[in-house]
């Protein structure tokens, strides 16, 4: 009800001025009469106001009466226009290029671009302007298009034409992929506190999805030194008034011209070296007060951009009061291509109505951003009168076309004929694939069975096995997103013939989840479950080298965990288990056979098949809770998302082993600490990353070698990176049931040395340093150093480990590196 009642408010004034407006409509075009593409328009002395389309034709929406409108691009002379109105009026203008003068300045030979005397005083102020507004809170329209510029007919044995069809795109595969508009509600406040809510949203061809459009994400400020969009980089880029930027731009004063009183100073800036994170293009200054004006910048390929060939950055100024410029307009162009895939499209952003006092409650910032289940509601005749960018004719005709798509797709005969045609049994992706799936969209059930080939392995305690598991999976909850997952395995080794099975799953309950696996499985004897499932089989069948060891497990566990508050997480369980020693009943392999012998499954004694432990029992309970210091989220009409900190992650684990308890035979109480972090900024520098961790066995009564503290080794020439990953370390010798500390550090330039060496920055490698560090009382000192080189996803390091200042291991390791950070912001 808190919300319904300012909603409904905000609806009725909306209607009483929409009731109340009348619209000023037309074409900006240039002499030529070439139409002058997203042209400003606005009030003077106010900030509402608009822009033209890609087409050069604009619309406002204002109350009757005498106004001076003001025509703005950059490249062109301010026009100005006094009207009065009383109903729809059509003014088409025609802007003349601006002409910028030289005639005051000298250069002298040899000496210094004035550019840089004026660029000095713009970097002095440059702070001044960063803070100069303390909050503030303004009206932000978004429209954001993708377009497909070229497609070729097949892609990795996908039908492209089918599928253009299906998404409305011509029939040379070309058209909108992407079209979307919001209204949103922004609030700041210094430092870095954002607070958006979306007051109407609308996506083409998908009319229950909201709009990917965000006014943080394309919020840019050219005050910061650094700009830093993840993804589009791996460094971030300077900006052409930061504090060192001298050392990275060249500039040159192209001319001066005076508008509305201000004179304005074009400045053409260059990169000093092509490769350096630098933009290129124009940046206005405003004389005596050394502000920015405008700017229109661009980057390309040279300066190693993700994704995209060129993105063009352009941003437009209007003063809010006496002292205070805000943007009025920021505008994205982009084009890319990758495989024969050619896009390129756009995303700008008009804002208006800033209020430089608004009125703020701080604890309103916890929530980023809130999306409610109305927001896409509204309708065509809400957006006639709302949208400040009149649409092109190719919008128009893909709004209109794709309605009916979306109509089409969310039926359930539609989304019938789909399953029915996606469900049909394939053998070979079966058999050797990516197993079956079985889907119900309209009741939004799931079902995965894996693949015959995916769920076979080898190890010498069970010989060849399979490892076969299905999943169910079904939305419990619409609302709050969530799913109710259930999962069955059942594993047999053909050379030990013994058949294990097990269900688990998990089960939303109010604002719990509760977890439950009951069953029999071979495990692994380090819990950290340092190897997959292919690993260890090849290293077997291929080079007869069993590195992975094996106990059998015969377990129910019950869990339960919940989010306390913010980024304060917490969880309880509960097991009961039989652990039972297993010995290798295979001594097969491809290779190998009159050259090495497999050892046995006992770790510490690999020439021995003496057991490693006794047979037992456990029945333990462990508690596990984390903070990371944010509170920060965005609400969705399915549930709400947190953001992750800027600040570690601090984790407190106690697991307590209690005798007696259904024939329990353990005794122990282990307490660890852990304190973590992916990451950390570093500026042109790259990012940081660490992990430290602490634990002390607080009794050790009765403690078999699997309730140990594992860590997570390696022996491989290939591995799996993580945080808390060692890359010399032996899988079993050191685990320990004592006490412990380890700690990780891992630094990625992101290409600041490599990015200097012609030829090779092209690769776009990223230099890779890592300090690994372990002590327990048996293993004093334990230090990995690291290094290495990253391209794309694949990485290849070299360590070297010491113990006690003295050499241990050495070697060269390579690994698939996927995105092991779950700090990411959940979307």
């Known amino acids: 009800m808190k919300y319904a009642l300012p909603a409904l408010v905000f609806l009725l004034l909306n209607l009483a001025s929409f009731a109340q407006s009348v619209t000023v409509s037309g074409a900006v075009t240039d002499q030529s009469g070439s139409p002058v593409p997203f042209a400003s328009v606005y009030i003077h002395n106010t900030t509402k106001g608009t822009s033209a389309n890609s087409e050069g034709k604009y619309q406002l929406q204002i109350a009757p009466g005498n106004y001076e409108l003001m025509f703005k691009a950059i490249g062109y002379k301010l026009q100005s226009r006094q009207v009065s109105v009383q109903a729809n009026q059509t003014i088409n203008i025609v802007l003349v290029a601006e002409s910028y003068q030289l005639h005051d300045v000298v250069i002298r030979s040899g000496g210094e671009d004035p550019a840089y005397a004026i660029i000095r005083k713009a970097i002095k102020k440059r702070p001044v302007y960063l803070k100069q507004v303390n909050a503030y809170s303004c009206e932000v329209y978004i429209k954001g298009l993708q377009k497909l510029l070229a497609a070729p007919k097949k892609f990795l044995g996908a039908d492209i034409d089918k599928i253009a069809r299906e998404n409305g795109l011509d029939s040379n595969r070309t058209g909108i992929i992407y079209l979307s508009e919001s209204e949103s509600k922004f609030t700041f406040m210094q430092p870095d506190r954002v607070h958006e809510e979306m007051i109407s949203s609308k996506v083409s061809g998908r009319n229950q999805a909201f709009s990917f459009n965000r006014a943080s994400d394309v919020k840019v400020n050219f005050y910061e030194n650094m700009q830093n969009w993840d993804g589009l980089s791996d460094r971030p880029f300077i900006s052409p008034i930061s504090d060192n930027a001298l050392f990275y731009y060249k500039y040159q004063l192209m001319g001066t011209m005076v508008e509305n009183g201000e004179t304005i100073n074009k400045i053409k800036v260059t990169p000093r070296r092509s490769y350096d994170p630098a933009f290129e293009g124009y940046i206005y200054i405003i004389d005596e007060s050394w502000r920015i004006y405008s700017l229109d910048l661009f980057v390309t390929k040279k300066a190693n951009i993700n994704f995209v060939d060129t993105l063009k950055i352009n941003q437009q100024f209007l003063p809010v009061s006496k002292n205070v410029w805000m943007p009025s307009s920021i505008r994205f162009d982009f084009t890319g291509g990758f495989f024969g895939f050619r896009f390129g499209g756009y995303f700008i952003s008009i804002y208006k109505n800033y209020d430089l006092s608004p009125v ?404 776009k490698l990223q230099e890779i340093v890592d300090v690994n560090y372990l002590a327990t009382p048996d293993l004093q000192g334990y230090t990995e150093l690291c290094f290495g080189l990253q391209y794309l996803a694949f990485r290849a390091m070299y360590g070297i480990s010491f113990n006690n200042a003295q050499q241990m291991n050495s070697g060269f390791r390579f690994a698939i590196s996927l995105d092991n950070n779950n700090d990411r912001r959940r979307r």
């Open 360 to 763: 703020i409650d701080k604890k309103e910032f916890a929530e980023v951003l809130r999306i409610t289940k109305e927001v896409n509601k509204k309708d065509s005749a809400y957006w006639d009168k709302a949208r400040p960018i009149p649409l092109t004719t190719e919008e128009t005709t893909d709004y209109q076309k794709k309605e009916v798509l979306a109509k089409k797709r969310e039926s359930k005969p539609y989304l019938d004929s789909i399953d029915h045609v996606n469900n049909k049994f394939k053998p070979i992706s079966f058999l050797l694939g990516n197993g079956y799936f079985h889907r119900n969209r309209y009741d939004k059930e799931y079902w995965r069975f894996s693949s015959i080939a995916e769920s076979m392995l080898f190890n010498t305690v069970e010989g060849f096995a399979i490892d076969y598991d299905a999943t169910y999976t079904k939305q419990i909850d619409s609302l709050n997103n969530k799913y109710l997952l259930l999962r069955g395995k059942i594993r047999y080794g053909f050379s030990s013939q013994k058949l294990n099975g097990s269900v688990n799953g998990n089960i939303p309950i109010d604002q719990f989840n509760l977890g439950f696996n009951v069953g029999s499985d071979v495990l692994d004897m380090n819990n950290q479950l340092p190897f997959g499932k292919a690993e260890n089989t090849v290293y077997s069948l291929f080079e007869r080298q069993n590195y992975e060891k094996f106990y059998d497990k015969q377990f129910a566990s019950v869990s339960l965990s919940r989010r306390i508050t913010g980024g304060w997480l917490a969880s309880v369980n509960t097991e009961f288990s039989n652990r039972q020693w297993l010995n290798n009943t295979s001594n097969y392999s491809f290779f190998y056979n009159d050259m090495r012998e497999y050892t046995s499954n006992n770790p510490l004694q690999p020439n021995s098949n003496a057991p490693l432990f006794a047979n037992s029992k456990a029945f333990k309970i462990g508690f596990r809770t984390t903070y990371d210091f944010s509170n920060e989220y965005e609400t969705y009409p399915n549930g709400r998302y947190y953001y992750p900190s800027k600040y570690p992650k601090i984790g407190v684990s106690y697991v307590e082993g209690i005798k007696n308890i259904f024939g329990s035979d353990v005794d122990y109480g282990l307490l660890s600490v852990d304190v973590a972090k992916s990451d950390i900024p570093m500026g042109l520098y790259g990012n940081s990353s660490f992990y430290v961790g602490a634990g002390k066995f607080l009794n050790a009564n009765s403690v078999y070698y699997t309730d140990y503290k594992h860590f997570d080794g390696n022996s491989l020439q290939f591995y799996t990176p993580g945080l808390n990953k060692f890359l010399l370390l032996d899988y079993y010798k050191y685990s320990t049931s004592n006490e412990y500390f380890e700690g990780h550090f891992e630094h990625n330039f992101s290409g600041f040395i490599t990015n200097k060496i012609p030829g090779v920055r092209k690769l």
